[in-house]
Nanobody, 130 residues
Framework: QVQLVESGGGSVQAGGSLRLSCVAS????????MAWFRQAPGREREWVAF???????????AYADSVKGRFAVSHDSPKNTVYLQMNSLKPEDTAMYYC????????????????????WGQGTQVTVSS
């Protein structure tokens, strides 16, 4: 069983930055696909960003339109960690942020779905005030 542990959340003012970390209990090279999702109160969990963590796919990344140009996802294989750098934060970015992973090589549609991922972290709260 793979465990994912997120950290780095907090409270910031609009325009500020945070960096979230997701540490996996196994070598992320074996996980292939990792992603960040978020869920605001009363709303469904939504996909934020995606990264391939293995081999020939390199560090291919993808982002939701709402965060493109502001967020960046990266991978540190020796540390078994995926990061989400969040800049120019807005109040609408306020949510619980979750790390997800799967051993499959997820395509452009499947990576957006919560039911695609086998492993999930417990979440870290991000609050952005105006």
């Amino acid at each position: 069983q793979v465990q994912l542990v997120e950290s780095g959340g907090g409270s910031v003012q609009a325009g500020g930055s945070l960096r979230l970390s997701c540490v996996a209990s196994t070598n992320t090279y074996t996980l292939n696909s990792m992603a960040w999702f978020r869920q605001a109160p009363g709303r469904e969990r939504e996909w934020v960003a995606f990264i391939y963590t293995r081999g020939t796919r390199g560090s291919d990344t993808a982002y939701a339109d709402s965060v493109k140009g502001r967020f960046a996802v990266s991978h540190d294989s020796p540390k078994n960690t995926v990061y989400l750098q969040m800049n120019s934060l807005k109040p609408e970015d306020t949510a619980m942020y979750y790390c997800a992973a799967d051993r499959g090589i997820l395509g452009s549609l499947s990576r957006l779905r919560t039911d695609t991922y086998t492993y999930w972290g417990q979440g870290t709260q991000v609050t952005v005030s105006s």
